[in-house]
T-cell receptor
């Protein structure tokens, strides 16, 4: 099992550019999520998905889009990059069932700098 | 969403037991309490999870009093490699839009030789 993989590991964008951060998991997890972590801060939830075709907003969704066409993949798209989006982005996945809470498995992160 | 409060930082000497307490006064009936560990430049890693009373695994214990308004992560005999940030999360996939698990600011544990 590769677990949760993220690409790229590092990225530098100019203001206004768009790009997609890739996330994939091979554990057949229904729940996937994207977090951002600014320097010295905790993680903040951007978007999440409870299954293929179902996505919803988290705490800080503005400026980001997601889609979930398969169970395995959950890409995060930055529409028009801004310096405020400079951060480390983590993708996570877990099993899902209502009324339960399962261990989340995190990817290694993508370090994004917007100039 | 249940909000959590933890100390910002703690120091401990090697070999000591460390207890980190998390306050979660508005925990809901279905909510679980989960702790994660994060090293610099890595994603968080699951440590332990509980619902009530005491849970123990090979790396930590989790103590939850009857009212569940707080919890304490106990790390026995810490070593330098336990220096990390520890996050307490409270929540569950409970429906009505509550499919979010929110991280707080965490506790930075520094283990001193």
């Amino acid at each position: 099992n590769a677990g949760v993989t993220q690409t790229p590991k590092f990225q530098v964008l100019k203001t206004g550019q768009s790009m997609t951060l890739q996330c994939a998991q091979d554990m057949n997890h229904e729940y996937m999520s994207w977090y951002r972590q600014d320097p010295g801060m905790g993680l903040r939830l951007i978007h999440y998905s409870v299954g293929a075709g179902i996505t919803d907003q988290g705490e800080v969704p503005n400026g980001y889009n997601v889609s979930r066409s398969t169970t395995e993949d959950f890409p995060l798209r930055l529409l028009s990059a801004a310096p405020s989006q400079t951060s480390v982005y983590f993708c996570a996945s877990s099993y899902f069932a209502q009324g339960k809470s399962y261990e989340q498995y995190f990817g290694p992160g993508t370090r994004l700098t917007v100039t | 969403l249940a909000k959590t409060t933890q100390p910002i930082s703690m120091d401990s000497y090697e070999g000591q037991e460390v207890n980190i307490t998390c306050s979660h006064n508005n925990i809901a009936t279905n909510d679980y309490i989960t702790w994660y560990q994060q090293f610099p430049s890595q994603g968080p890693r699951f440590i332990i999870q509980g619902y009530k009373t005491k849970v123990t695994n090979e790396v930590a214990s989790l103590f939850i009093p009857a009212d569940r308004k707080s919890s304490t992560l106990s790390l026995p005999r810490v070593s330098l490699s336990d220096t990390a940030v520890y996050y307490c999360l409270v929540g569950s996939y409970s429906g009505a839009g509550s499919y979010q698990l929110t991280f707080g600011k965490g506790t930075k544990l520094s283990v001193i030789p």
